[in-house]
Each structure stands twice: as structure tokens, then as C-alpha cells.
């Protein structure tokens, strides 16, 4: 009989506290997905922090940005999303708006414009891929190494990959196609702007893949961005690609004996996405933490807390220095001129179309 | 029957007929009471395992029959494109020639839609699964179709003002009481807007309008505005001039419109038209190439049997199912992998757990405990860290690397590749599997007295004859059990796999968490499961053959 009770007072107060939980979703709290770590750190300190004291808005965590896509179209599937903005690659942003998953932006309506007046479209320019993707930074796939085992001469060209003779030992590249292709083209002799024509066509892709099957055996392929960094502290590797935010945090903030290249480095986009489907209410307050997220000010605020360029034209004078090591954040930007003489823009549409295709060839490879 | 003896059976129901059922106290036929008493113990066990029951078919079963639906379903194609699939039907693919200008007017349509439902870009992407450049070519004439039906806008609405207007559109279009439902609701938010109903003579005088305004007020009422006042779709101004060229009869009409309509039937005829093949090449060249059209078409059915070709390396052509090109092979390989590697990590837990078992088994209660407690540490560490682990011990300036250099049995510049290949996932597994294949021995071995082996020593066996012939067999059941038990974890492993791997040690698995979680290619995920159970399935019919379920045990 106790028991009964017991359950019965317990089940009542769980409903309770559900329907309350609910309700105060429904009022207060917002659900943000990102990628977790440090740069999860710099969202929270440069947006989250500040717009929670504005607004009283509760901003929930959620780590989860590297399944968003399977878990949003799940999400969908069943009629129930959870999210309110979510962070991700460019990449995903394309394929999310087109399987109808996010929501279409109008940048100069619903994005700040910069403080001098320039609409939110131009601040932007070419960064607003696609039609849902609300850009935040700017970050560059590039290649750090090792500064000890690279003897008196270390690599200035991203060709050094490809130099097993000049820089023996392994590399650490991505397990997959994107910018191993481009680079191994660039280093067989194909000129930049060539590189995604000749990408296009299936004797393009074998050549791409025999430049990389000269170094097959020396490569150790990654597939989590905290790979390269740890391989390259343990000496496992004498050089590999990774994101230039990880090697930034090797090189200064651990002190490592670790170089970084900045020559082809691939810029690719981080940014938001706002999920179709949300309520009414819930649209209007995810659009109104965009609005603040992504002004001049608050995104030139990230980048005291990691070195990922500000997507906004406006907001790079206003790159200041890091929160704790008080050094001068400007030459650790991607974007910053001296480090920007040589990239390559991630071409998105190429990718979304051959992307599949390519992988299909590239695993096979891999495999054999 | 031939033979005249009756059994028991037969003898109590000649009997029964003789004197009639054989009755209860109640004074009911026994059969019938015992039934019903049978009857409510089941169902009353019935309704015991009910909720399991409910619990396994909602959360296990049904997710599994509907992942695994979508290895055939294909319903996406023919519901974007409707009208295109109906007309391409009768296009020959090996003519050589494009399809014909009714397929491309329909396209128009179609995509029209699409677009405006933003399906467009999703069936572009399915496609491209199977022919590269789909998706551009989608989500490209996604942007153009709009303005491809302008052109019949603009010369309607340069006629005459009045089909420049969405409230004269829905007052031509609708019935008389979907209009005055329509104004009894009155945009009322918390009432919901009547469903579109077309008047019946201009549904049977201009019946493509009627459809396709149709869809337009479904996708209107869909997103909440008013059908009423929204202004229409371009393609529906196309439509009502194929309608009206046609030579569609609006002479007999009257009421809202009426007038309008036959002012636009004499004009018509002076219409500029729209070449849509022409319009839609120059959208992108794509559009009058034979494969293109070819991969819609092969693709325009409800249920594919694609994906599950795509998972045994094969491809859909003109002239049936054929291999795919050697460059693109992956999947059978990947799946003989999967298994040789199963088998390889089943045969070393069976080695390295079958002493350890032993030991376990015949020590005293207390020390077994003791070991058994270090047995199932592991088990109780989360997997990430037990393979993160491994990753610092085996890597090439890890711990077993340098003992073995400080030991001097491998030179420094030539350190072993204990990881990143199929050595790194074998001893990985080995390790993570390993208690799955010492509990079930362990339970096993525990029962079987150890007094038959000292009976065998006094009978004059050796050490290993009493082993191999009164020991080991008896064990074989535990070993059985753990057999099944690593050999299907195995099977289905991916974190591991993917951590410790490298590019000579992953699984089938990994492929299929690529295509759920990064191309969003579902379809191929499901088919390549399907066939991962199915084979799991094969092998377990193949063991109780062989070996006999029933010679496995989990327990004492």
C-alpha cells in the first residue's frame, strides 16, 4: 500500500516536472547545438554569456554538431526538433537546405548590418553560401609539422607532403576525398584555377589518386580534428593536415615543437543554421540570438578566444588580442594578408555534386 | 484410413458419440470448461509479457522493419515528378534522341512545384547517388523555373488586369461552398481554413488549371495563408493557356470569370510560347543528355532493387544489372574483411580466454573473485577509453614500441606498425571482446566436476588425454556460447574499427555509419544492414546445423 503511494507520488511529481520543463522550454530556454572543446568555449564566452544576461534566455549545450545532419533529418523524420540553431560546416549547411531541413535566410532582414550601415548581404559577400547558411568564421584546413624532424630546411610548400625524400617519416591526412584531391592535383603540376576542372573528369580523379598513392604507404588517415594535433605531440608523424585552430592551440598555447604551413590552405565556413519547422515562438527567438550572435562586435569577440577569422568584412579591424596569452590574434588568422597569399576557396557546389562519387572511388582505393 | 484399429483418440470420440460429452461439476461439456480455464491462463500470460511484447515490436522491431524498408522504397522520385515519370514512361532510352517536347513541358510543371515545395533540391540529391552532377543540375533549374512561366503571366496579365489578382482567381477557381465556407471562416487563426474545392464546370472545361491551382491551394493552406487572396503560382498561367490552346471550350461558362476567360481564348492564339526543351538546355546542357533522362526513368519506379545492387558492387544499366567498374568495388571486399576479422578476433578470444577460464573455474571461491573482478574491469570502462587507450600503447613511439626498443628486440628506426592496420583492430577487439568469451566459459566450466579428470588420471590418461578427451568436450558448450557471442559483437563493431584501423581494418560497418551519418545516403546504409543480418542470420542457422543450438550454453 506504502509502496503504491510512494510510486503514484512520484509518478505525479515527474509529470509534474516534465510539464513544467516544457513549459519553461517553451518560455526561456533554447536548445544550441555546436561542436564542443575550445571552440564551444569561444561561443559561450563571445555569444552565449552576453546575450544570457541581455535576454535571461537559458542557453542549453548541445555537442552534437558533427552528426547535425543525420540527427536533424531524424529529428524531422520525427516530428520533433529539439534544436534551435545549429552550428555547422558550410558543407552541411548546402546538403541540410537541400533536403528542406533548415530554414531560408534573408540576410539583410534578419541579420544585423554593420555599424557603419552596410547591409548584412555585403558584410557578408561571397561567405552566404547557399540559401539557409549564416556564416560565423572563417577556418582553413592547412598543415602543421613537426620542427625537430624536419632538419635545417622545414617545408614552405604544401608540396612537402607529397617529399617523402626531403621529409621522411608519416603524414596525417583526412580520411577522406576533400582537399586531399586539390592538393595532390596542385602538387602534380595542375594550376590553381584548373584544379576542379580537371576534378571533374575521371582521368582528373586517377591522377589524383596516384599522386596520392605515391605517399599511400606513409600516410596515417584521420577522421576526428583531434587526431593530427595528438600524432604530431607524440612524434608519430612528422607532418598532417588539421584545422589551423588545433595548431594554433599546439603551437602557442602548448607550446609544442610544432610549425604550421599556411600555403594552400583550404578556407572552408562555419556558421548557423535555424532548423525548418520550429514554432512560431521558438523561430522568432532562434532568429533573434542570430541577429546578436553574428553581429560585427560579437564575432570579432570569438576570435579573442580561438584563431577562426571573423566572417564579417567589418569585424576584422576589430580583431584584438587573446583572452589569456594577451597575445596579438590578427597574424594567426587564416584571413590575415600575409597567410592568405596562397588558399584555396572549398568549392561547394563542385562537392555536393561529385562528393559521392568521389568518396566511392577514394574508399575503394584506400581499401585496396 | 485403411487400417481398422482405431487409436485411443478415436476410440474416446466413439464413445463421446455413443453417450454424449463427458460433462463438468457445472455440469458444461469438460472439454469446453478445460478450453476456456486453458484459454484465460494464456491470455492472463499473455497480458503478463504484454508490455515487453509492446515494448520490443515498438522500440525494436518497427524501427528496424522501417530502417530496413528504405532499402527498397523509392517513392521520391515518382512523388516530385508526377507528370514527368507518367510521359517518359513511353521514352526509349536506346533511341538516341532526347525525349520528346511533352516530356519537357511536364519537367516544367513538376519542377515548378518542386520547387516552390523546396522538394527539388532533396530529389536532386537522391539522384545523384546515382549519376554524379544531379544536384547541381536540380538545384540549379530550381532558380530558373520561375522565370520560365513568366512569360505566360505577363501576357495574361497584360490583357487584362483582372487575372493580375488572387481573390479573382479563387473566386473563378472555387465551388460555391468552399466560398462561402471560406467566408464564414474569414481568416479566423484558431479555426482551420476550409479545404480547396473547384467549381465543377471549370474542372471539366479546363481540367490541367483545376489541377495544378489545386496543388497550389493545398501547398497555400499548408503554410497557413489564405487561399483566398494569395496570387497564384506562374505555372499555373501556363497551365491555363495549355488549357485554352488546347482548344478547351469556356464558351457555355458564366459566372466570376467567364468573361475574362473567353477574352483570353481568342487571344491565346497570339501568344508568345515557351520552347521548354530549348529553355530548359539552357539552363544547363545537362538537361539534353540521354543519361540524365535515362537515370530518372530506371529510377521513376516505387521500390528500386538500386541500392541493394550498390551494395554488392553492382550498378543498374540499359542492359540490366551489371558489376560496377574495378576503381569502385568496395563492398564485397569490405564484407569478406568484416568477416575474416570476426573469425580471426573469435579464434584469439577463444585462445587467450579459455586459460584464463580454466583458472577461474578451479581456483578457490575467494582468489577467483578476486580475478573475476579484474575480468570484468575492462567491461565496466567505457569503450572510448579502452580503445583510446590502445591507441597510446601501440602507436609507434608508444608504450609497447618503446619496451621493445629498450629491450633491444626491434631497432629503433624500424618500430613495429602495431596500429592504424588490421593488427591494431585484431588486438584491440581481442581485448574488448575478451570477457564475452571467459563469462560464458567460466559458467561452463564451473559445472563440470573436477573429480572426472582425477577418475581419468587414476584410469592411467595423461595430463592431455584427460584434457582432450573428458574435459574439453564438456567445455565445448562454453566455448559455443562465447563463440556466437564475439563472432556477432564482431560482426557489427565500428567504433573500434574506426579508431584503431586505419584504412586495412575497418568494417562494413563503418561504411554504413558513413552513409547514415555523412552522405545521408540511407537507402545504401539500409541495404548494406539488411545484408549484414542476413548473413549474421545465415551463419546461425549454419552453426545449429552443424554444432546444435542446443549445445550452447550461456549458464550453468
Known amino acids: ?368 | 484410413m485403411t487400417d481398422s484399429a482405431m487409436t485411443p483418440d478415436e476410440h474416446r470420440r466413439a464413445d463421446e458419440a455413443a453417450t454424449g460429452p463427458m460433462l463438468a461439476a457445472d455440469g458444461r461439456p469438460l472439454k469446453a470448461s478445460l478450453n476456456r480455464a486453458l484459454r484465460r491462463q494464456k491470455l492472463r500470460a499473455m497480458m503478463l509479457i504484454a508490455p515487453l511484447l509492446i515494448f520490443v515490436l515498438v522500440t525494436f522491431i518497427a524501427p528496424i522493419a522501417d530502417m530496413l524498408f528504405r532499402s527498397i522504397e523509392n517513392q521520391i522520385v515518382s512523388d516530385t515528378l508526377p507528370r514527368t515519370t507518367t510521359e517518359l514512361a513511353e521514352w526509349d532510352a536506346n533511341s538516341g534522341d532526347i525525349p520528346p517536347p511533352e516530356v519537357f513541358h511536364a519537367l516544367f510543371k513538376d519542377m515548378f512545384i518542386a520547387t516552390e515545395r523546396k522538394a527539388h533540391t532533396r530529389l536532386g540529391s537522391r539522384l545523384n547517388y546515382e549519376l554524379t552532377g544531379v544536384s547541381s543540375l536540380f538545384r540549379k533549374s530550381g532558380r530558373r523555373v520561375d522565370d520560365m512561366g513568366e512569360v505566360y503571366q505577363d501576357q495574361f496579365e497584360d490583357l487584362n488586369g483582372f487575372w493580375k489578382d488572387g481573390e479573382n482567381w479563387s473566386a473563378m477557381m472555387g465551388s460555391g461552398s468552399w466560398l462561402s465556407a471560406m467566408g464564414d471562416w474569414n481568416g479566423n487563426k484558431d479555426a482551420a481554413q476550409p479545404i480547396f474545392e473547384a467549381r465543377g464546370d471549370i474542372a471539366s472545361t479546363l481540367p490541367e488549371t483545376t489541377a495544378i491551382y489545386s496543388e497550389f491551394a493545398s501547398f497555400v493552406l499548408s503554410e497557413e495563408d489564405n487561399v483566398l487572396t494569395e496570387d497564384p503560382w506562374a505555372v499555373v498561367y501556363a497551365a491555363l493557356y495549355d488549357d485554352l490552346a488546347n482548344g478547351a471550350d469556356v464558351s457555355g461558362l458564366s459566372g466570376n470569370g467567364a468573361a475574362e476567360l473567353q477574352e483570353a481564348a481568342a487571344a491565346v492564339a497570339a501568344f508568345e510560347t515557351v520552347d521548354f526543351t530549348a529553355a530548359f538546355a539552357d539552363v544547363d546542357e545537362d538537361w539534353h543528355s540521354i543519361q540524365v533522362w535515362e537515370t530518372i526513368q530506371t529510377y521513376s519506379p516505387n521500390f528500386t532493387s538500386g541500392y541493394f545492387l550498390n551494395a554488392v558492387d553492382m550498378q543498374k544499366s540499359p542492359d540490366g544489372p551489371e558489376m560496377r567498374p574495378e576503381n569502385q568495388r568496395l563492398h564485397i571486399m569490405l564484407f569478406g574483411r568484416t568477416m575474416f576479422m570476426s573469425l580471426v578476433i573469435t579464434f584469439s578470444c577463444i585462445l587467450l580466454g579459455y586459460p584464463v577460464a580454466w583458472i577461474l573455474a578451479n581456483l578457490p571461491a575467494r582468489t577467483a573473485n578476486l580475478l573475476m573482478i579484474l575480468v570484468l574491469l575492462p567491461f565496466w570502462t567505457s569503450l572510448l577509453v579502452r580503445t583510446s587507450a590502445w591507441k597510446v600503447m601501440l602507436q609507434q613511439q608508444g608504450v609497447v614500441n618503446d619496451t621493445l626498443v629498450w629491450l633491444g628486440i626491434v631497432a629503433d628506426d624500424s618500430r613495429l606498425a602495431l596500429i592504424n592496420n588490421q593488427t591494431g583492430t585484431i588486438i584491440a577487439m581481442t581485448h574488448i571482446l575478451l570477457p564475452f568469451m571467459i563469462l560464458p566459459l567460466y559458467s561452463v566450466m564451473k559445472t563440470i566436476p573436477p573429480s572426472y579428470l582425477r577418475a581419468a588420471k587414476s584410469l592411467g590418461a595423461t595430463n592431455w588425454t584427460a584434457f582432450w578427451r573428458v574435459y574439453f568436450p564438456q567445455s565445448v558448450p562454453g566455448i559455443g556460447a562465447g563463440s556466437i557471442l564475439v563472432f556477432i559483437l564482431a560482426i557489427g563493431y565500428y567504433i573500434t574499427p574506426e579508431i584503431v584501423g586505419g584504412t586495412t581494418g575497418t568494417f562494413i560497418s563503418n561504411r554504413i555509419a558513413y552513409h547514415i551519418s555523412s552522405s545521408l545516403n540511407w537507402g545504401l546504409a539500409a541495404a548494406l544492414g539488411a545484408i549484414l543480418l542476413a548473413v549474421v542470420l545465415g551463419l546461425y542457422w549454419a552453426y545449429d546445423k552443424i554444432v546444435g543450438i542446443d549445445n550452447v550454453k550461456l549458464g550453468g
Not at chain 1, 540576410?107 to 557578408?124: I, K, R, Y
Not at chain 1, 594552400?264 to 533573434?288: T, Y
Open chain 1, 1 to 368: 500500500m506504502k509502496l503504491t503511494k510512494t510510486l503514484l507520488a512520484t509518478t505525479a511529481l515527474t509529470v509534474a516536472a516534465g510539464m513544467a520543463s516544457a513549459d519553461g522550454h517553451m518560455a526561456s530556454e533554447m536548445t544550441i547545438v555546436s561542436w564542443g572543446g575550445a571552440y564551444s568555449n569561444s561561443q559561450q564566452q563571445a555569444y552565449h554569456n552576453p546575450y544570457m544576461e541581455k535576454t535571461g534566455v537559458k542557453i542549453i549545450n548541445d555537442e552534437s554538431s558533427a552528426e547535425a545532419v543525420s540527427k536533424l533529418r531524424a529529428m524531422n523524420e520525427a516530428g520533433n526538433i529539439t534544436w534551435d540553431v545549429v552550428d555547422v560546416v558550410a558543407a552541411d549547411a548546402l546538403r541540410l537546405c537541400d533536403e528542406g531541413l533548415a530554414m531560408e535566410i534573408d540576410a539583410d532582414e534578419m541579420l544585423a548590418p554593420a555599424p557603419d550601415g552596410t547591409p548584412a548581404s555585403e558584410d557578408f559577400g561571397d561567405l552566404l553560401v547557399g540559401d539557409c547558411f549564416i556564416p560565423q568564421i572563417v577556418y582553413s584546413t592547412t598543415v602543421g609539422y613537426r620542427t625537430d624532424m624536419v632538419g635545417d630546411t622545414p617545408p614552405t610548400s604544401i608540396c612537402a607532403l607529397f617529399d617523402t625524400e626531403a621529409y621522411p617519416g608519416k603524414r596525417a591526412l583526412e580520411k577522406r576525398p576533400i582537399n586531399n584531391m586539390e592538393w595532390a592535383l596542385l602538387c602534380d603540376g595542375v594550376a590553381k584555377d584548373d584544379v576542379y576542372d580537371v576534378l571533374e573528369t575521371a582521368e582528373g580523379q586517377q591522377q589524383a589518386l596516384d599522386k596520392l598513392n605515391t605517399i599511400k604507404d606513409d600516410v596515417i588517415w584521420w577522421s576526428a580534428g583531434a587526431d593530427t594535433p595528438q600524432l604530431l605531440a607524440d612524434g608519430e608523424i612528422v607532418m598532417g593536415s588539421t584545422y589551423n585552430g588545433r595548431l594554433f592551440s599546439v603551437i602557442e598555447e602548448q607550446k609544442q615543437p610544432v610549425g604550421m604551413l599556411w600555403d594552400a590552405q583550404v578556407f572552408d565556413l562555419d556558421g548557423w543554421i535555424i532548423p525548418a519547422g520550429l514554432s512560431d515562438e521558438r523561430k522568432a527567438r532562434a532568429l533573434d540570438y542570430v541577429y546578436f550572435a553574428t553581429d560585427t562586435q560579437r564575432l570579432a569577440d570569438q576570435s579573442k578566444y580561438i584563431s577562426y577569422g571573423p566572417a564579417r568584412l567589418s569585424s576584422a579591424p576589430l580583431v584584438g588580442k587573446h583572452a589569456e596569452l594577451g597575445i596579438d590574434m590578427a597574424p594567426h588568422m587564416p584571413t590575415d594578408p600575409e597567410n592568405a597569399k596562397n588558399t584555396f576557396l572549398y568549392n561547394y557546389e563542385f562537392w555536393a555534386d561529385y562528393r559521392d562519387d568521389i568518396d566511392a572511388k577514394f574508399q575503394a582505393w584506400l581499401a585496396q
